[in-house]
T-cell receptor
Framework: KAGVTQTPRYLIKTRGQQVTLSCSPI?????VSWYQQTPGQGLQFLFE???????NKGNFPGRFSGRQFSNSRSEMNVSTLELGDSALYLC????????????FGPGTRLTVL | GENVEQHPSTLSVQEGDSAVIKCTYS??????FPWYKQELGKRPQLIID?????GEKKDQRIAVTLNKTAKHFSLHITETQPEDSAVYFC????????????FGKGTTLSVSS
């Protein structure tokens, strides 16, 4: 089975722009979670989607949003980018949403200039 | 909300020695505790996990112990090898719908030969 994939792998944006990141879960996995990883804050939970519904949300401003499609692929969007949004954005998928073993993608490295 | 503290932040050992990383959590409702290993430039990978109905779990050179009363859990690596060098993250989850993992800040393990 193919693993979790994320596109693009690298992005450079300027302040004020917006960005959309994509995540394709392992085939058959219905839950997708997003995490932000930075050297200072570590891995922080952004949100989780299951069957196209956001089921849980972390403590991030409304500039961070996401969605999930009927094929379980997920996108996250960050509007009005700030320098502090520079990070590695990781998504993870789980088989059914009630199991907890999360399989991570390789991440998207976002740099905001 | 849940808070996970992880210690130490860095750990240096000689090849063949044992390494222990400790985590404490705040939410007594948490019942799933995975450990992830992240090598430089790579995605986090699950190395072992434990659920609250078990006190200890072992997989070859890796073991995890859980003390629910004290709300702490530990990762033990025996007979360390240079390839064990990486950043290790502990996490906690309530294991319910939403599957949000709350991570510790990570431990950088260096194994010198």
């Amino acid at each position: 089975k193919a693993g979790v994939t994320q596109t693009p792998r690298y992005l450079i944006k300027t302040r004020g722009q917006q960005v959309t990141l994509s995540c394709s879960p392992i085939s058959g996995h219905r839950s997708v979670s997003w995490y932000q990883q930075t050297p200072g804050q570590g891995l922080q939970f952004l949100f989780e989607y299951f069957s196209e519904t956001q089921r849980n949300k972390g403590n991030f401003p409304g500039r961070f949003s996401g969605r999930q499609f009927s094929n379980s692929r997920s996108e996250m969007n960050v509007s009005t980018l700030e320098l502090g949004d520079s990070a590695l954005y990781l998504c993870a998928s789980t088989p059914s949403g009630v199991t907890d073993t999360q399989y991570f993608g390789p991440g998207t490295r976002l740099t905001v200039l | 909300g849940e808070n996970v503290e992880q210690h130490p932040s860095t750990l240096s050992v000689q090849e063949g020695d044992s390494a222990v990383i400790k985590c404490t959590y705040s939410d007594s409702a948490s019942n799933y505790f995975p450990w992830y290993k992240q090598e430089l430039g790579k995605r986090p990978q699950l190395i072992i996990d434990i659920r609250s109905n078990v006190g200890e779990k072992k997989d070859q050179r890796i073991a995890v112990t859980l003390n629910k009363t004290a709300k702490h859990f530990s990762l033990h690596i025996t007979e360390t090898q240079p390839e064990d060098s990486a950043v290790y993250f502990c996490a906690a989850s309530k294991g319910q719908a939403g599957t949000a993992l709350i991570f510790g800040k990570g431990t950088t393990l260096s194994v010198s030969s």
